[in-house]
């Protein structure tokens, strides 16, 4: 506290007026004191202490007895300090009284100070303090009045905290008190969250231009009936902040009137609405989801009571049970069920409506069951359906069994298509079995006829050769002409015999006396053919073209002997007077799922062509070439008994790919031959792994 505040202050109002009309002269404390003052000293409620210019007590009322804890006769010429005031404070009151003295008194004029008072018991207490002099006394006299303002302290911080309380809870529920002075047009509001001032003289006029233009009629017409006597009024309407955010308000007042019955004042509670708006809007929106999720659904959706009659039944339920919701009862719906049905339905509805249906909102409050039954529709026809009911008879918020069905007969249709299927697979199955069982009978049956061709068929060739050789070596002057070419003719054909059994070997060694799958390098490969060919390739004066080519997983021999085989036949299918040419490439392609679904995931598939410039075929022949022993032109035009593309397109196939051929006539013929760049483990594939020991060729 500034040595200002312990300066002398001016009584209160009237407290003067006395002092005039009472002078007081203390002499020697008070007893020089009249009548008149000594009565203002004793009754005075405010505790009075008179001191001197030294700051020493002259007088102490009982009221000041009562307030400090101290007897008159105690204090009476001792320093006011020590008694009455805090030791922190008490460095203060000489600094005031010589300030008055300095000064003078034109400085005391309606000064009144709250500070702190101390008790004999040293107990501190909140005080209101007034000094005055009396007038025209020199040595000046100071009175002190001292009001214990303890309990008026209280009062305020209670009222500030309640006050404080109203404005939290103001806050919190987003509520806005205000108080509009009609005659001075006045409105005073409290904090609010809608950026509106707390004080503001225009009225109503600043708080219209914040509402939203749709309500501003409503809100005039409100106030108009209110201040025409209804006295009050409710209403919702929007309005901006100063943000120029939208939000929802209710507002609520009253209107006072005078004795003449005219308006004076109006006050209200305005409250924030928006996230009420919006949670009454999202819940609209729900319901209006929730109905079209139930009277769009597929499935048919029922609330049943608990004596079975039927509260609500959605659309979908006549697609389902072939009866309107209107035409649907329990009775009706027990009558449609079929006779081999209705026993057990009835006593599954039956349990589930003698189930407690104890619970609270939200939790299980009963049983749940699902079944399927036959349905007898408008049309006399029975469809399958599945039904699944849920107790929820004891949740407020349902009170019925919620009962779910679906038309499951196409279901029910394709399980039994799928048991006959089934019966059919294993009949299938069964007869693959017994094909594998003829197959592999027939497999032996072939290396039984590779056996016999190596050994026993080319026995007797061997002699007739050896014999006719001899024939022509020994006999062949006296054989004539006619006899040496009939002679030639049985060397020929028994040439041509040997040839067609090397070739029938050769096609079926393809899968009888395959090697394993190992990594091939085609471009290697087909060097070799190269180098093999050319003899061929020098005296046809043709030209070969090595493109890029892939590694794949292959049989290295039938590699060589694919290409030897498509190579070879380009160069001997020339056209006359033409040189052949022969380009070998190869591309990565993409593979059908189906194909994907052979070879290794994520490996890809090489498409390789060999082209030439050749006289080609007619293209209705592609598929008639990959035939064994099929030849489109005649023995004396071209070499070869017509197994070689045959056995190509074995090879191919052994390795999970395909041949195919594009020509035309004297324009050339491009075969193509499709590989996976990646096998299966050898376990998988069933010709991965060599026959039987090498047949001899004896």
């Given at each position: 506290?500034?040595?200002?505040?312990?300066?002398?202050?001016?009584?209160?109002?009237?407290?003067?007026?006395?002092?005039?009309?009472?002078?007081?002269?203390?002499?020697?404390?008070?007893?020089?004191?009249?009548?008149?003052?000594?009565?203002?000293?004793?009754?005075?409620?405010?505790?009075?202490?008179?001191?001197?210019?030294?700051?020493?007590?002259?007088?102490?009322?009982?009221?000041?007895?009562?307030?400090?804890?101290?007897?008159?006769?105690?204090?009476?010429?001792?320093?006011?300090?020590?008694?009455?005031?805090?030791?922190?404070?008490?460095?203060?009151?000489?600094?005031?009284?010589?300030?008055?003295?300095?000064?003078?008194?034109?400085?005391?004029?309606?000064?009144?100070?709250?500070?702190?008072?101390?008790?004999?018991?040293?107990?501190?207490?909140?005080?209101?303090?007034?000094?005055?002099?009396?007038?025209?006394?020199?040595?000046?006299?100071?009175?002190?009045?001292?009001?214990?303002?303890?309990?008026?302290?209280?009062?305020?911080?209670?009222?500030?905290?309640?006050?404080?309380?109203?404005?939290?809870?103001?806050?919190?529920?987003?509520?806005?008190?205000?108080?509009?002075?009609?005659?001075?047009?006045?409105?005073?509001?409290?904090?609010?969250?809608?950026?509106?001032?707390?004080?503001?003289?225009?009225?109503?006029?600043?708080?219209?231009?914040?509402?939203?233009?749709?309500?501003?009629?409503?809100?005039?017409?409100?106030?108009?009936?209110?201040?025409?006597?209804?006295?009050?009024?409710?209403?919702?309407?929007?309005?901006?902040?100063?943000?120029?955010?939208?939000?929802?308000?209710?507002?609520?007042?009253?209107?006072?009137?005078?004795?003449?019955?005219?308006?004076?004042?109006?006050?209200?509670?305005?409250?924030?609405?928006?996230?009420?708006?919006?949670?009454?809007?999202?819940?609209?929106?729900?319901?209006k989801r929730f109905r079209a999720m139930v009277e769009k659904s597929w499935d048919?959706?029922?609330?049943?009571?608990?004596?079975?009659?039927?509260?609500?039944?959605?659309?979908?339920?006549?697609?389902?049970?072939?009866?309107?919701?209107?035409?649907?009862?329990?009775?009706?719906?027990?009558?449609?069920?079929?006779?081999?049905?209705?026993?057990?339905?009835?006593?599954?509805?039956?349990?589930?409506?003698?189930?407690?249906?104890?619970?609270?909102?939200?939790?299980?409050?009963?049983?749940?069951?699902?079944?399927?039954?036959?349905?007898?529709?408008?049309?006399?026809?029975?469809?399958?359906?599945?039904?699944?009911?849920?107790?929820?008879?004891?949740?407020?918020?349902?009170?019925?069994?919620?009962?779910?069905?679906?038309?499951?007969?196409?279901?029910?249709?394709?399980?039994?298509?799928?048991?006959?299927?089934?019966?059919?697979?294993?009949?299938?199955?069964?007869?693959?079995?017994?094909?594998?069982?003829?197959?592999?009978?027939?497999?032996?049956?072939?290396?039984?006829?590779?056996?016999?061709?190596?050994?026993?068929?080319?026995?007797?060739?061997?002699?007739?050769?050896?014999?006719?050789?001899?024939?022509?070596?020994?006999?062949?002057?006296?054989?004539?002409?006619?006899?040496?070419?009939?002679?030639?003719?049985?060397?020929?054909?028994?040439?041509?015999?040997?040839?067609?059994?090397?070739?029938?070997?050769?096609?079926?060694?393809?899968?009888?006396?395959?090697?394993?799958?190992?990594?091939?390098?085609?471009?290697?490969?087909?060097?070799?053919?190269?180098?093999?060919?050319?003899?061929?390739?020098?005296?046809?004066?043709?030209?070969?073209?090595l493109g890029e080519l892939p590694t794949i997983d292959a049989d290295p021999t039938?590699?060589?002997?694919?290409?030897?085989?498509?190579?070879?036949?380009?160069?001997?299918?020339?056209?006359?007077?033409?040189?052949?040419?022969?380009?070998?490439?190869?591309?990565?392609?993409?593979?059908?799922?189906?194909?994907?679904?052979?070879?290794?995931?994520?490996?890809?598939?090489?498409?390789?062509?060999?082209?030439?410039?050749?006289?080609?075929?007619?293209?209705?022949?592609?598929?008639?070439?990959?035939?064994?022993?099929?030849?489109?032109?005649?023995?004396?035009?071209?070499?070869?008994?017509?197994?070689?593309?045959?056995?190509?397109?074995?090879?191919?196939?052994?390795?999970?790919?395909?041949?195919?051929?594009?020509?035309?006539?004297?324009?050339?013929?491009?075969?193509?031959?499709?590989?996976?760049?990646?096998?299966?483990?050898?376990?998988?594939?069933?010709?991965?792994?060599?026959?039987?020991?090498?047949?001899?060729?004896?």
């Amino acid at each position: 506290m500034s040595p200002q505040a312990l300066e002398p202050m001016i009584e209160p109002p009237g407290r003067a007026e006395a002092a005039e009309s009472c002078p007081f002269s203390p002499l020697a404390a008070v007893e020089r004191a009249d009548a008149c003052g000594k009565g203002l000293l004793q009754s005075t409620l405010d505790a009075l202490v008179v001191m001197d210019p030294m700051g020493r007590v002259l007088e102490f009322n009982p009221a000041a007895e009562m307030m400090f804890g101290y007897i008159r006769s105690q204090v009476i010429g001792q320093a006011v300090g020590p008694l009455i005031l805090p030791a922190r404070l008490r460095p203060l009151h000489p600094d005031g009284l010589a300030s008055y003295l300095m000064h003078g008194g034109e400085r005391l004029a309606n000064r009144r100070v709250e500070t702190v008072a101390r008790r004999s018991d040293g107990g501190e207490f909140p005080v209101e303090l007034t000094i005055t002099t009396v007038p025209e006394q020199a040595p000046p006299v100071f009175l002190s009045f001292f009001r214990d303002i303890t309990q008026r302290q209280r009062l305020e911080e209670a009222q500030r905290e309640s006050e404080e309380r109203l404005r939290f809870a103001l806050g919190a529920a987003n509520m806005m008190a205000w108080d509009w002075e009609l005659t001075t047009g006045r409105v005073v509001r409290s904090e609010n969250s809608l950026d509106l001032p707390s004080v503001d003289d225009s009225g109503t006029e600043r708080f219209r231009r914040r509402l939203h233009p749709e309500d501003i009629e409503l809100f005039d017409a409100s106030i108009a009936r209110a201040r025409s006597g209804a006295g009050t009024y409710d209403i919702e309407f929007r309005l901006f902040t100063a943000g120029r955010q939208l939000r929802w308000v209710r507002d609520r007042a009253q209107v006072t009137f005078d004795a003449e019955g005219t308006p004076v004042r109006m006050a209200g509670i305005c409250v924030d609405i928006t996230e009420h708006k919006q949670t009454v809007a999202a819940l609209h929106a729900g319901e209006k989801r929730f109905r079209a999720m139930v009277e769009k659904s597929w499935d048919g959706i029922a609330l049943l009571a608990a004596d079975g009659s039927v509260q609500y039944a959605s659309p979908a339920i006549a697609r389902i049970l072939g009866y309107t919701p209107d035409e649907i009862s329990a009775p009706n719906i027990l009558e449609s069920v079929h006779p081999e049905d209705l026993d057990r339905i009835t006593g599954i509805f039956s349990r589930l409506l003698q189930q407690p249906t104890q619970g609270t909102a939200g939790s299980d409050c009963g049983g749940s069951v699902t079944f399927e039954y036959r349905n007898r529709y408008r049309d006399g026809s029975w469809r399958w359906v599945e039904g699944t009911c849920t107790n929820l008879l004891a949740d407020p918020s349902v009170k019925a069994i919620v009962a779910n069905f679906r038309d499951v007969t196409e279901r029910h249709q394709a399980e039994e298509a799928l048991r006959k299927d089934v019966t059919e697979r294993r009949l299938a199955e069964q007869r693959l079995r017994e094909f594998a069982t003829q197959l592999e009978r027939s497999n032996l049956e072939l290396q039984e006829f590779a056996y016999v061709a190596s050994h026993d068929l080319q026995q007797p060739l061997r002699k007739i050769e050896a014999f006719g050789d001899r024939l022509k070596a020994r006999c062949g002057e006296a054989l004539g002409l006619e006899g040496s070419d009939y002679l030639e003719r049985m060397q020929n054909a028994a040439s041509r015999m040997r040839t067609l059994i090397h070739d029938l070997l050769a096609f079926s060694r393809v899968t009888t006396k395959a090697r394993p799958f190992a990594p091939v390098d085609l471009a290697a490969v087909a060097r070799e053919v190269m180098s093999d060919l050319e003899t061929r390739i020098e005296q046809t004066g043709g030209t070969v073209v090595l493109g890029e080519l892939p590694t794949i997983d292959a049989d290295p021999t039938q590699m060589r002997q694919l290409l030897q085989n498509l190579v070879g036949n380009a160069l001997e299918f020339h056209r006359e007077g033409q040189p052949p040419v022969v380009r070998i490439d190869s591309v990565a392609v993409e593979t059908s799922t189906q194909a994907a679904a052979r070879h290794e995931a994520g490996s890809p598939v090489y498409r390789l062509s060999i082209q030439d410039n050749g006289i080609g075929f007619d293209p209705k022949y592609v598929d008639r070439i990959f035939n064994p022993f099929q030849r489109l032109h005649g023995r004396g035009e071209y070499e070869g008994t017509g197994i070689g593309l045959a056995i190509c397109r074995k090879i191919a196939e052994r390795h999970g790919g395909s041949i195919t051929a594009t020509s035309a006539l004297e324009h050339g013929s491009t075969f193509t031959v499709t590989l996976p760049s990646r096998q299966p483990a050898p376990s998988e594939h069933p010709a991965s792994t060599a026959g039987d020991g090498e047949l001899k060729n004896e």
